[in-house]
């Protein structure tokens, strides 16, 4: 083991899963958090710990406060001191144009992708810290192209939280500078996980330059790049790994 402790918010499945064993790995204990399929969560740590890692599985709904709060205790008690965090706890909602959204999808997703990022960060700075004791890491939130191209007629709302991701990238990488805490993102395009509603990676597919979606697997390794110290000149950047889209 490295000594570098890893959350994974939203670790069960998707890329927070493929995130999670590519960092194992790599030597990072790393912290699975999930919000109600246990079972996967379990399959994910089960792996890790066959491969010769160590891990733990956190139940936790990324969107409520005080879920955040214990979630993080639940790492010091189980693992130890945070050294990174990934943040990739995120919801779509419903396809639908602006007018047709109710106000529950929209609290949803903002409270989802974007507070609890920030309750998460909030939260991880001063473990990770070196002004405040820690040994310093990295911090890599989870974005998407969506962001760039807006989502018209699908989710607007999520594009717009994934703009707010960006933007709190930028802001955070150049506020933790001093900390010793890198924040990057990574921008996935059409990803191959159960995000999409039914249909929409067979019709979209067709767009993208290289002609199909990435796996999860793909984002990780780029997630991985980031938290790793072989990016260690590189902050505030926002990675986009979308086949060219």
């Known amino acids: ?9 939203g670790g069960s499945r998707g890329i927070g899963a493929a995130t999670a064993k590519r ?13 109600s399929d246990q079972e996967a969560a379990a399959s994910i740590v089960d792996s890790i710990v066959k491969g010769g890692g160590k891990a733990v599985a956190i139940k936790g709904d990324m969107g409520v ?9 639940a790492v010091d008690s189980k ?40 309750w998460c960060a909030r939260a991880a700075i001063p473990r990770i810290s070196k002004v405040k004791g820690g040994a310093g890491g990295a911090i890599v939130l989870i974005s998407s192209v969506a962001a760039a191209m807006g989502s018209a007629g699908e989710y607007v709302w999520y ?11 930028i802001g955070l990488a150049r506020e933790l500078v001093e900390d010793g805490i890198r924040v990057n993102a990574v921008a996935p395009g059409l990803i191959a996980t159960d995000i999409h ?16 979606p990435g796996s999860p697997d793909e984002i990780a390794q780029s997630v991985v790049f980031l938290l790793s110290d072989a990016s260690s000149y590189t902050t505030g950047a926002i990675l986009r790994v979308s086949g060219g889209r």
């Open 23 to 35: 960092a194992a790995e790599q030597g990072y204990a790393v912290a699975i958090n999930y919000k």
């Open 159 to 169: 594009a717009a939280s994934k703009g707010a991701i960006d933007s709190m990238t």
């Open 1 to 9: 083991m490295t000594g570098k402790i890893l959350l994974v918010t």
């Open 197 to 212: 509603a039914p249909g929409r990676l067979e019709r979209v597919s067709p767009m993208v330059p290289m002609k199909r």
């Open 79 to 118: 693992l130890g001191r945070l050294t990174h965090l990934v943040y990739n706890s995120g919801i779509t909602g419903k396809n639908s144009r602006v007018e047709n959204v109710s106000t529950q999808t929209l609290r949803e997703v903002m409270d989802i992708n974007v507070m609890g990022a920030f």
């Open 65 to 73: 406060e005080s879920d955040v709060a214990r979630v993080f205790e």
